[in-house]
């Protein structure tokens, strides 16, 4: 009689343990593979960004040789300007024809600012120290010691596959070292070249 009593109280707690397994495993599994999905994203996030900024930094390099490029220009363009004027002045009272000619000289100061101003707003950001991108990836955590082998002759434990999770692994996120190589995802033929000579992902 007292065993009839204790084996249903076993089997009925062992039918809302079959339950309470269910019902978890299906929030724990959906979790864990929205885990995976979200560390593969932020592993090529990482790597877009991390190419963002070197292509950015190759750029901004690229857009400073050509401001002292136009800067120059503009210099040369300033001072033949004053050349010709003051050839143009020297022969006023000597030659028959003249032409009326003036320099623009607000529009170069113009001109002188607007460089100022762009080569300050480069100079910023080149002194800028560009920030570490981390790596997220996924840990193996230490879940405690398997379940005894009692536990796994138990037959509703065996006819339900109450694995205790034993198939699931348990991880954390953290953030590894940085990344120091640039890597861009799809194959080089996608990716082509940009502009300036730079890979593009």
């Known amino acids: 009689m007292h065993f009839d009593l204790y084996q249903d109280v076993v089997t009925a ?3 809302t343990t079959k339950h309470i397994y269910n019902t978890n495993r ?7 593979v929205f885990e995976l999905k979200y560390v593969e994203f932020a592993k090529g996030l990482a790597w877009n960004l991390t190419s963002l900024r070197k292509r950015s930094a190759a750029l ?6 050509q401001r002292s490029h ?10 033949q300007e004053v050349d010709i004027d003051i050839k143009l002045r020297s022969c006023q009272g000597s030659c028959n024809r003249s032409s009326a000619f003036r320099i ?7 001109l002188h600012r607007q460089m100022t101003l762009f080569s300050n707003a480069t100079e910023h950001q080149k002194n800028s120290p560009l920030k570490d991108i981390a790596k997220i990836t996924l840990q193996p955590v230490d879940v405690g ?9 138990i037959p509703i434990v065996q006819k339900e596959l109450l694995t205790q999770f034993e198939d699931l692994e348990q991880n954390r996120v953290v953030l590894e070292e940085v990344l120091e190589e640039t890597e861009c995802l799809g194959s080089e033929g996608e990716r082509g070249t940009g502009e300036a000579g730079v890979p593009e992902c």
């Open 26 to 32: 299906k929030a724990i599994v959906k979790t864990h």
């Open 13 to 15: 707690s062992m039918v």
């Open 104 to 110: 623009d000289h607000d529009g170069y100061r113009s």
């Open 145 to 153: 010691p398997p379940p005894s082998t009692d536990y796994k002759t």
């Open 60 to 65: 901004l390099r690229k857009l400073n040789e």
């Open 70 to 79: 136009v800067q120059k220009q503009i210099e040369d363009m300033y001072r």
